[in-house]
């Protein structure tokens, strides 16, 4: 069964450091996701892609911020510099289209740590 | 402005209990409603999709019910196991289909 992958799957980095995300969601799927999740909270939406330009980053702290999907298949985020409110999990999800009736697929996410 | 919540946060029941988790949202203008599994430190598994024109849906021992005018679903588990033990989100899609979630419940299953 196709999955959606990420990497690295744990990462831990010092506050003022660069990190970067790395997705590759389902084949054939248009829509690409990226969010954020702090502990005992629903994820939050940061980016959404619909192939290779962003439909929607409201939610993203553009000043740190930064995602691409430049070829419409696969899709970095990066937190340039990382302060300690940023550790999180970051789930990256696809879908068919930004409407399929089938939701959203999401793979195993990327866990965060700021020291 | 749409808004999920999922009473109880925790819940913990002896092995072989059937069992209910409830959703709520606030505007009953959406597109559909998801429930989905979490372990921890783990990505989001979904369990059950139910369009707005459905009352149920149904998987296994899964069965997720919605009641669009009273903003309201339910996700009954039956003869639950250890290894139902997760937190339990549901994300509704509002009219500018955008997800928007619950914080969860974080269900324990006791042996």
Redesign the interface.
């Given at each position: 069964e196709a999955e959606?992958a990420?990497s690295p799957r744990y990462k831990i980095t010092e506050k003022s450091q660069a990190v970067a995300f790395w997705c590759d969601p389902i084949s054939g799927h248009a829509t690409l996701y990226w969010y954020r999740q702090i502990l005992?909270?629903?994820?939050?939406?940061l980016v959404q892609f619909q192939d290779e330009s962003v439909v929607?980053d409201s939610q993203l702290p553009k000043d740190r911020f930064s995602a691409e999907r430049l070829k419409g298949v696969d899709s970095t985020l990066k937190i340039q510099p990382a302060e300690l409110g940023d550790s999180a999990?970051y789930?990256c999800?696809s879908s068919l289209l930004?409407?399929a009736?089938?939701?959203?697929?999401?793979?195993?996410?990327t866990?965060l740590t700021v020291l | 402005k749409q808004e999920v919540t999922q009473i109880p946060a925790a819940l913990s029941v002896p092995e072989g209990e059937n069992l209910v988790l409830n959703c709520s949202f606030t505007d009953s203008a959406i597109y559909n409603l998801q429930w989905f599994r979490q372990d921890p430190g783990k990505g989001l598994t979904s369990l059950l999709l139910i369009q707005s024109s459905q009352r149920e849906q149904t998987s296994g021992r899964l069965n997720a019910s919605l009641d669009k005018s009273s903003g309201r679903s339910t996700l009954y588990i039956a003869a639950s196991q250890p290894g139902d033990s997760a937190t339990y989100l549901c994300a509704v899609r509002d009219s500018n289909y955008q997800l928007i979630w619950g914080a969860g419940t974080k269900l324990i299953i006791k042996p």
């Open positions: 959606v990420q005992g909270q629903g994820p939050e939406l929607d999990m789930l999800a930004a409407q009736p089938g939701g959203q697929y999401f793979g195993p996410g866990r | -």
